[in-house]
């Protein structure tokens, strides 16, 4: 497995299994004209491939040869900050594998890349939030020591969804 950056080129695939992920996770929560508007919202080639682009997100890819088999996606600009004791939490905002490729260390090898970002910016916490009743992504977090400090809401088309807020204090390396 190789990391690397996502450039503007990976942004159909990284588009086609932001979709596949989303659905092979939530499949039967959402009506299907909930679902297709939130997977045109969110998994568009041309939003992904503007949010590569963008200075305000930083993509990593998990490849296998040529095959992409996860994605993490990091924002500098927090919405839940105002959640938190932290002074600069930076949003982890996706974190993807293939469906069939779950427990092969991707996540794992892709949340080491995020804590290891969020030192290099400079940041004091990861905040993510997670569905309330997403309970193996719960326990993937908690196992690195993130813990819930709020509920909130995510909205997939009219559906308002429970969710949990969950951060991870990112002690910086003393100088």
């Known amino acids: 497995m190789i990391l690397r950056p996502a450039l503007l080129a990976d942004?159909?695939?990284l588009a086609a299994l932001g979709r596949?992920?989303?659905?092979?996770?939530?499949?039967?929560?959402?009506?299907?004209?909930?679902?297709?508007?939130?997977?045109?919202?969110?998994?568009?080639?041309?939003?992904?491939?503007?949010?590569?682009?963008?200075?305000?997100?930083?993509?990593?890819?998990?490849?296998?040869?040529?095959?992409?088999?996860?994605?993490?996606?990091?924002?500098?600009?927090?919405?839940?900050?105002?959640?938190?004791?932290a002074?600069?939490?930076?949003?982890?905002?996706?974190?993807?594998?293939?469906?069939e490729m779950t427990g092969a260390g991707i996540g794992a090898a892709l949340m080491d890349w995020a804590m290891e970002v969020t030192r290099q910016q400079g940041r004091d916490a990861i905040q993510l939030s997670v569905y309330s009743e997403n309970f193996g992504a719960q326990r993937f977090y908690q196992r690195y020591g993130f813990a819930r400090i709020a509920d909130i809401h995510f909205q997939v088309g009219s559906q308002l969804d429970e969710?949990?807020?969950?951060?991870?204090?990112?002690?910086q390396p003393r100088s």
């Open 11 to 13: 942004a159909p695939a």
């Open 20 to 85: 596949a992920s989303f659905c092979a996770a939530f499949d039967g929560l959402y009506s299907p004209d909930d679902l297709a508007s939130f997977l045109t919202q969110s998994y568009a080639t041309e939003k992904v491939a503007a949010e590569i682009a963008s200075d305000r997100f930083l993509h990593c890819l998990a490849m296998d040869g040529h095959m992409l088999t996860g994605f993490c996606k990091l924002g500098l600009e927090n919405q839940y900050a105002n959640h938190s004791a």
């Open 87 to 99: 002074r600069n939490p930076i949003i982890l905002s996706q974190l993807y594998t293939a469906p």
């Open 163 to 171: 969710e949990f807020l969950y951060e991870l204090p990112i002690s």
